[in-house]
């Protein structure tokens, strides 16, 4: 059982940054793949980045690629979300989740493939 629980939400003008943060529960945070999902009001929850359990490798979806950043500490159990240039369209909860991944390389970047996930965090971006 891993419980998830994200910090750092807020509201920011358009080109301003956010950390989010994530924190796991357990002992067994380095077994987990990592990934940010958002859902805007009236909208899908969509992918925005994963990093697989070491860290060593990361992935992101194109509305936020070169402007986001994924990266973990296994030592603190924790993921991080660093999110620069903020534009409007960015605006979401912002939810964590972790999958089970047997391999240093593997990540998911569909919802259905993660196991838990945290009760999200509001990130409000004015234009």
């Known amino acids: 059982q891993v419980q998830l629980v994200e910090s750092g939400g807020g509201l920011v003008q358009a080109g301003g940054s956010l950390r989010l943060s994530c924190a796991a529960s357990g002992r067994t945070f380095s077994s987990y793949a990592m990934g940010w999902f958002r859902q805007a009001p009236g909208k899908e929850r969509e992918f925005v980045a994963a990093?697989?359990?070491?860290?060593?490798?990361?992935y992101y979806a194109d509305s936020v690629k070169g402007r986001f950043t994924i990266s973990r500490d296994n030592a603190k159990n924790t993921v991080y979300l660093q999110m620069n240039t903020l534009k409007p369209e960015d605006t979401a909860v912002y939810y964590c989740?972790?999958?089970?991944?047997?391999?240093?390389?593997?990540?998911?970047?569909?919802?259905?493939?993660?196991?838990?996930w945290g009760q999200g965090t509001q990130v409000s971006v004015s234009s």
């Open positions: 989740a972790a999958g089970r991944v047997y391999s240093d390389y593997g990540y998911y970047t569909s919802a259905t493939q993660y196991d838990y």
């Open positions: 990093i697989t359990r070491s860290g060593g490798m990361f």
